[in-house]
């Protein structure tokens, strides 16, 4: 219960003051979204260049370094690639980014990810057209840093074992 009292209050002052009006339904909505991070959540990887760790003379761009995330170990095993890609997609942290992780991915492509089907081993990922945001993308070692950390997140999943990828639908 003091839980949700924290809850209402944390809403009402980030969202407006004046009246909470809250129903049943409301409480049971407000205890399903309590999450303990240490029982409730399993870790994955993303991954992302840095160069800190590949060495400044190494020029093989598609080596890419883990972090790791949390997702809620109620998601699905068919949908933890889904839930992969879009904590990729997010970026590096602001911690990461000062021990040397860069990507391409940020607040800017949070929703690139369309759909992600797999079947027989194979992950068809289907973005939107990043070319706006992330202009340097099709670049030669960009690119291949950019599929690297797509690939390689997706790898960590027993079910795939090849990514193939698609802008707006398009291979």
């Known amino acids: 219960m003091k839980k949700i009292f924290v809850f209402l209050i944390i809403t009402t002052v ?3 003051c004046g009246k909470v009006q809250t129903t049943e339904e409301d409480t049971v909505n ?3 979204i309590t999450v303990d991070i240490e029982t409730d959540t399993n870790v994955i990887s993303v ?3 840095n160069e800190t760790l590949a060495g400044a003379q190494n020029t093989d761009c598609s080596i890419v370094f883990p972090v790791q995330r949390r997702i809620l170990k109620t998601t699905l095993s068919d949908d933890q690639p889904m ?3 879009e904590k990729l997609f997010l970026g590096p942290t602001p911690d990461e980014i000062a021990h040397g992780y860069t990507s391409f991915f940020s ?3 949070r929703d690139a990810v369309k759909s992600i089907t797999v079947k027989e081993g194979t992950a068809y990922v289907n973005l939107t057209d990043l070319r706006e945001v992330i202009p340097n993308a099709s670049a030669s070692c960009e690119g291949t840093a950019f599929l690297s950390s797509m690939q390689r997140t997706l790898w960590q999943f027993p079910q795939v ?3 193939l990828f698609a802008l707006e639908g398009d291979p």
Do not use: C, M, N, Q
Request: aromatic letters at 34%; a positive charge; charged letters at 15%.
């Open 14 to 16: 980030f969202f407006g």
């Open 30 to 32: 407000a205890e399903k």
């Open 47 to 49: 991954y992302y260049s």
């Open 83 to 85: 839930a992969a890609l």
């Open 107 to 109: 607040y800017f492509t």
């Open 161 to 163: 074992t090849r990514v």
